[in-house]
């Protein structure tokens, strides 16, 4: 079967050609017999076709290569071209596993390094990170307020200023527990005393 | 920092001790520590864990005492500008006091320890004479503590080069609240622990509901009933001397780094913890009666506020009628 005027290729059509000498002779009843004297057809499925067209297929490539064969001039260029790359990706291989061990130890060695010096960065930034916040704290805290021991006049007024909110102070003075903690009896004389300390 | 009531030499005279009178069931120790005298009151059949507190006390001092030269504060302060790993002890009272100075806003200063000493108060005040010579220092202001680095994960701690620490109250007062910790771990359900008149309770006496506390008005005292929390006074009654004729007293403001020129004589906070209520009385006091009264407001605390006159104000929950 030639789909095209150029396609000269001896193989090509001969190959081709069973294959759809079974299809007409499938169409044909060609051959039905021997098929129902050793097998089952469930409907719907042809179970022979599919290694027919595998090796229709199979044809096909045997088919290309032939009419590669047909071209000399390829080959030979294929042939010569062969043993020259693989001399050459011998050697590149060689020198590649040698640098690759470099590369690979260097590689090594910058993953410790950096993993030690990752580590111990993000050791100093939480060992110092509260150092940071602390000393933030107390410079916000002398920013925003007067009662710095520097800004003697305002300090007073800034107390009540700043202090009106009692989660500003960080839950220091937060109580617990709930309740006033005084109870409602009435005392002649005290168990204990909390003397001017 | 707190009142002696063993020994009272003649120039800490100023408050008249009441009769105490110790709830049945109960037993009472006493011992002295961290400058003071430490009492407890605990139930007669457990009396003998006053060594817990005896110990808790004894390990707090050794170190934190800024008169003892082996202790680890005095170590500190003797390595200025070098990072210095300290004890989880000392780490903790250290970071409450420096949380305690933020939420003050600096009136709470636990770096005048050099200003401490030039106004005299260099020693144990058993020892200290009621009347030293004259001195040139007209005051130096603090603020120091916001210098300190600390690292909490490694403990460590560095002093800025000038800056010395001295933890005075909140030292006791968290030893207070660390020792009924400590008597609760032991089982025990009813305690009190009082450090020099900082003072905090555990459950409740028996057969009674609330725990009879004096609290100082001038030369008498009011019996308040005090069911759970602790309690603590600051007042120049006792720890009070002169030097070359000039008044001073132990409650420093830092805006100046002398003895506080507060028109209050003492007051008496009430908290959930002791170091709460220590530190809450002290800023109070710098701050005087109208500043002071409306801090302790701010801060949704019950406490009584007495100026030399007699006259006080409470605020929050305080009982006043226990108070007439």
Not at chain 1, 131 to 148: D, E, F, K, R, Y
Not at chain 2, 55 to 69: D, H, I, K, T
Request: hydrophobic letters at 35%; proline letters at 6%; a neutral charge.
């Amino acid at each position: 079967m030639k789909n095209y005027p150029y396609d000269e290729s001896p193989e090509w059509v001969p190959r081709e050609y069973p294959a759809a000498q079974d299809r007409r002779a499938a169409q044909e009843g060609i051959g039905q017999p021997q098929r129902d004297a050793g097998h089952i057809d469930y409907p719907g499925v042809a179970p022979q076709q599919q290694p027919r067209q595998a090796q229709a297929t199979q044809q096909t490539y045997a088919g290309y290569r032939s009419a590669a064969a047909t071209a000399p001039d390829y080959a030979a260029r294929q042939q010569q071209a062969r043993p020259a790359s693989r001399g050459a990706t011998a050697g590149s291989q060689k020198m590649s596993k040698a640098k690759a061990l470099d590369l690979l130890n260097s590689l090594k060695k910058t993953i410790v390094i950096g993993a030690i010096i990752g580590f111990g960065a993000l050791s100093t930034l939480v060992a110092t990170h509260a150092v940071g916040s602390a000393a933030n704290q107390s410079q916000s805290t002398q920013g925003s307020n007067s009662i710095s021991p520097d800004n003697n006049n305002n300090t007073n007024t800034n107390t009540n200023n700043n202090s009106n909110n009692p989660s500003n102070n960080g839950g220091f003075f937060q109580q617990q527990g709930g309740g006033n903690g005084f109870g409602s009896g009435s005392y002649s004389q005290p168990s204990s005393g909390t003397g001017v300390s | 920092m707190g009142s002696d009531q063993a020994a009272t030499p003649s120039h800490q005279a100023g408050l008249a001790s009441p009769e105490y009178s110790i709830p049945v069931g109960m037993a009472q120790g006493q011992f002295k520590a961290m400058g003071t005298t430490i009492t407890t009151l605990l139930p007669e059949a457990r009396a003998d864990a006053v060594e817990i507190v005896r110990s808790l006390f004894a390990e707090w001092e050794r170190v934190l005492s800024r008169f003892l030269p082996e202790s680890e504060l005095s170590w500190l302060n003797a390595h200025p500008g070098q990072n210095v790993i300290t004890s989880p002890l000392f780490s903790k009272v250290l970071a409450s006091a420096l949380h305690a100075a933020q939420a003050t806003q600096g009136i709470y200063d636990p770096t005048l320890l050099d200003q401490m000493v030039k106004i005299g108060y260099d020693r144990s005040f058993d020892t200290l004479s009621p009347a030293l010579p004259a001195s040139s220092y007209d005051g130096q202001p603090g603020g120091g503590w916001r210098g300190i680095q600390v690292s909490p994960l490694l403990r460590s701690v560095r002093l800025p080069e000038g800056v010395k620490l001295d933890f005075g109250g909140i030292a006791k007062g968290m030893a207070v609240d660390a020792a009924l910790v400590a008597l609760q771990q032991v089982g025990i359900e009813r305690a009190l622990v009082n450090a020099g008149g900082d003072l905090a309770v555990l459950g409740s006496p028996p057969m009674l509901e609330d725990w009879p506390i004096a609290v100082p008005v001038k030369e008498e005292s009011r019996t308040i009933p005090l069911r759970s929390g602790a309690m603590a006074t600051s007042g120049t009654a006792r720890r009070h001397w002169s030097q070359g004729g000039v008044a001073r007293h132990h409650l420093l403001d830092p805006r100046t780094g002398l003895s506080a020129a507060s028109d209050l004589w003492m007051v008496t906070v009430a908290a959930s913890r002791c170091e709460q209520a220590e530190v809450a009385a002290k800023v109070a006091f710098v701050l005087g009666m109208e500043r002071g009264k409306a801090f302790l407001q701010q801060h949704q605390l019950s406490g009584l506020l007495m100026d030399r006159d007699g006259h006080w104000e409470a605020t929050g929950y305080w009982p006043v009628d226990m108070m007439r």
